[in-house]
């Protein structure tokens, strides 16, 4: 009997888990799409999320909200636009994130909410991680050698030769004179070391210029080597103060009789 009554209850079980699975949703697709997931600090990241539903329905309702937290999981303020809102079942959105003014690893998550019909609403949840880095300040100083002012020209910089998107920059120079573009570079993938980077005019015609083209050299995470000798300034100075303190203070003179101590 108690075996029977072991089985009954497993096959109410099962029964009651495929009810529930056949009431819900379970044919929905969601994600989030971007070509970047790195940037600098204060840069912005362009991404598409959607919702894709493939159940029947006669009714349908997909709303979403957007958050960037920190590695503690707090949400970092106006971080991403928009960061609430509708979606068209299928149609993807963009969202902007404007990334916060520390370094460091951080979390877009998304969260939708589909109601099909009279069913219970259900939740669905994306992450996506993304790198902020401090960048390079990336500087050419330009001569326009023609003799005719040039204003608003786009240039786009390129590191180890290879162009680096959206960095258009504007370039105005007057006629035999000089001046200087700059660009922050963010690349969480970038490797520690030496590199080369360079500017060129988006259409080539600007060859009066002189400057854009030519390489310039900058090392990646400089700043950790300045760290490190400072962290060791300070071990030596702590070492020094100790050594001074060990033979400079004074000695007592144990084991002696007390009338010559």
Known sequence: MFAIAVLLAAALAGLAAWTDADESSAVSNHGISGDKDSTSTEGKLDFKISFSESDSYTSISITYSAKLTNRSGSTQANAVSPSSGS???????????????TAGTYTLVVTYTEQIDDKKSETFTDEKKIKVVNPVVLSLTVKNEGTVSLSDVTVYFYVDDKLVENSDTKLSVKAGEKATIKYNYGNADLSHGKHTFYAKAADGSYLNITGLDEKQTFYYKQGD???????????????????????????????KPKSRR
């Not at 079942?89 to 404007?98: A, F, I, M, S």
């Not at 962290?231 to 033979?247: D, G, P, S």
């Open 87 to 101: 979606l068209v079942n299928g149609v993807p959105e963009k969202l902007t994130v404007t990334a916060p003014k």
């Open 225 to 255: 080597y300045d760290l490190a000798n400072y962290l060791m300034l300070i071990a030596l100075v702590v070492l020094i103060v100790v050594a001074i303190y060990i033979f400079t203070r004074p000695v007592k003179n144990y084991g």
